[in-house]
Structure formats: structure tokens, C-alpha cells
């Protein structure tokens, strides 16, 4: 399957998801907003909520190649006024590089939402208990144990990106 990415206009993903799938059949395009779990502090109580990961793209999975998937969708791509581009590497390439896809779907469950992860600070290292960056402690680049939030390091679209993934600290040993 190869995967393309859709630039939208923020806040706009939903309703260009629900497009996409209006207009296309599964084979040729099962559109998803990859998400994160946010956790946040009520009244002492931890609540957890789903947020896109990339705001203002929608991701779309097809069997189809590069070429032929443009000349099928782009008129109606085109028609949308949520939708600004499709996003490329160059002219030629346009699919979701493999090893993009690949750290994606290894962080991410089944509906494409990178779940929270719990740890342990030891010293002044972060070990990683459960969750997707069990085992990921080296592309952790900051954590905010106030806001269980830790930024990570991933590539999208040929650049390093920073995202928020949820993070809970639940101790610290000296």
C-alpha cells in the first residue's frame, strides 16, 4: 500500500477525511488523520483526549501508484476548497517514504494514534516502561513531566519534525 498526504486547511481535517472517503472507493483511497493521546490535569483528575499529530494533513492509503492515483484524484482534489495540496518529495515522487511509513506504523495502534507511554526517570536518563516509545528513549528530545508531555524527533516528508506525545513520569530515582 503506499500512503500520500494531503495539506488541508487547519482544523479542517475531519471534513476533508469524510470527502475523501465520499468520493473514492477503499481500494483506491482510505483516507486517516494520524492522532495523539493528550492527557490533562481537571480538578485532580487525568483526562485524555485525541489530537492530530500533524495539524492540517490528512493522510491517504491506496493501492494505487503515484502517477495513476494524481490522474484519478486530482480533479477531485481539486474541487475541494479544504484541500490546498497533495504534498512531494520532487515532481516524481510523491508517496510516503518507506522508513516514514514504517516509524509511523510502529508508533502507532490500529487507528493510527500514538497512545500514551509511562516511565521512570533514573538520574538523568529516561527509561521508558510501556507504551510506543518503549524501547524509542533516543528520539525523546524534551519532557514536561508538569504536562506529561515529551517532544520527539520524526520524519515526515523528508524534514525532522518535533511532535507532543503524551509521556507519564511516574517516578524519579536519584
Not at 500512503?3 to 482510505?30: C, P
Not at 492509503?61 to 492515483?69: K, M, Q, T
Request: charge should be positive; glycine fraction near 6%.
Amino acid at each position: 500500500m503506499y500512503w500520500y498526504i494531503l495539506f488541508v486547511k487547519s482544523g479542517r481535517e475531519h471534513r476533508v477525511q469524510q470527502y475523501m472517503n465520499k468520493i473514492a472507493d477503499t481500494e483506491m483511497a482510505n483516507p486517516f488523520i494520524p492522532l495523539h493521546e493528550f492527557l490533562f490535569k481537571i480538578s485532580g483528575v487525568i483526562k485524555r483526549e485525541l489530537k492530530p499529530l500533524f495539524p492540517g494533513y490528512v493522510f491517504v492509503e491506496s493501492a494505487i501508484p503515484g502517477d495513476e492515483f494524481l490522474k484519478k484524484l486530482n480533479n477531485r482534489i481539486h474541487s475541494s476548497s479544504d484541500i490546498v495540496r497533495i504534498l512531494k518529495y520532487s515532481d516524481t515522487e510523491i508517496e510516503v517514504r518507506e522508513s516514514e511509513k514504517q516509524m509511523l506504523l510502529d508508533l502507532c495502534n490500529n487507528q493510527h494514534c500514538i497512545e500514551s507511554s509511562r516511565g521512570i526517570i533514573k538520574g538523568d536518563r529516561i527509561h521508558v516502561i510501556n507504551g510506543p516509545l518503549k524501547g524509542r528513549e533516543s528520539i525523546i528530545k524534551k519532557i514536561n513531566r508538569h504536562k506529561k508531555q515529551a517532544l520527539i524527533e520524526i520524519e515526515f516528508m523528508g524534514d525532522k519534525r518535533i511532535v507532543n506525545v503524551a509521556l507519564e513520569i511516574v517516578e524519579k530515582i536519584q
